[in-house]
């Protein structure tokens, strides 16, 4: 089991930003693919954006398209980020980043490695 941490959640105001920090000690992840997805109450969990490890093929759902970005550096520790603009209500959610070997997918269930989350929270 390789231990993913994320932080940088928090509670902001419609409008604001936040940055999220995927963090993985001992593994740099080369040749996998990164991602973030999120959970809110008494939903599924849903993808919002992926990355190669290699920086290249930067990928977003619909509804965060033009106002988050990923990526990813080539530091030891640093897995990636998620750079949030332009918050609403409908962001509220649990942040998990994910990662697993090979292409890019947006389903969750081919992602064997995962963090404990982040909460982001919008209030209007």
């Known amino acids: 089991q390789v231990p993913l941490v994320e932080s940088g959640g928090g509670l902001v105001q419609t409008g604001d930003s936040l940055r999220l920090s995927c963090v993985a000690s001992?593994?740099?992840?080369?040749?996998?693919?990164l991602a973030w997805f999120r959970q809110a109450p008494g939903k599924d969990r849903e993808f919002v954006a992926s990355?190669?490890?290699?920086?290249?093929?930067?990928?977003y759902a619909d509804s965060v398209k033009g106002r988050f970005t990923i990526s990813t550096d080539n530091t030891w520790t640093t897995v990636s980020t998620l750079q949030l603009n332009s918050l609403v209500p409908e962001d509220t959610a649990v942040y998990y980043c994910?990662?697993?070997?090979?292409?890019?997918?947006?389903?969750?269930?081919?992602?064997?490695?995962w963090g404990q989350g982040t909460q982001v929270t919008v209030s209007s």
């Open positions: 990355i190669r490890r290699t920086g290249s093929n930067a990928y």
């Open positions: 994910a990662v697993k070997w090979g292409t890019r997918s947006t389903n969750y269930i081919n992602f064997p490695y």
């Open positions: 001992g593994q740099t992840f080369y040749g996998y693919t």
